[in-house]
Nanobody, 115 residues
Framework: QVQLVESGGGLVQAGGSLRLSCAAS????????MGWYRQAPGNQREMVAR???????NYADSVKGRFTISRDNAKHTVYLQMNSLKPEDTAVYYC?????????WGQGTQVTVSS
């Protein structure tokens, strides 16, 4: 079982920045693909950014050039640096871990961007 705990959400003005963190209680953390998803009210959950164990990453088109995913395998932590935030980035952000066809989700952290 993998537990994921997100932190770093909050309220920020448009154009501002936030950094989300996700601490994972996982052995062999570097073997997990890690990701961030988000869900806004009335919308489906969508992928924001993912990073595999080798450091390869991909992003949703809507966040490319503004968000950066990174991981610190020694600390079992994945980060999402969010810059140039827009009101449409407002959502609950979830951290995910997956390996061998099993996936795990955190409880989510609220990000609210005011205009």
């Amino acid at each position: 079982q993998v537990q994921l705990v997100e932190s770093g959400g909050g309220l920020v003005q448009a154009g501002g920045s936030l950094r989300l963190s996700c601490a994972a209680s996982a052995s062999f953390f570097n073997s997990y693909n890690m990701g961030w998803y988000r869900q806004a009210p009335g919308n489906q959950r969508e992928m924001v950014a993912r990073m595999d164990g080798g450091g390869g990453s991909n992003y949703a088109d809507s966040v490319k050039g503004r968000f950066t995913i990174s991981r610190d395998n020694a600390k079992h932590t994945v980060y999402l640096q969010m810059n140039s935030l827009k009101p449409e980035d407002t959502a609950v952000y979830y951290c995910t871990a997956d390996r061998w066809c099993r996936d795990y989700w955190g409880q989510g952290t609220q990000v609210t961007v005011s205009s």
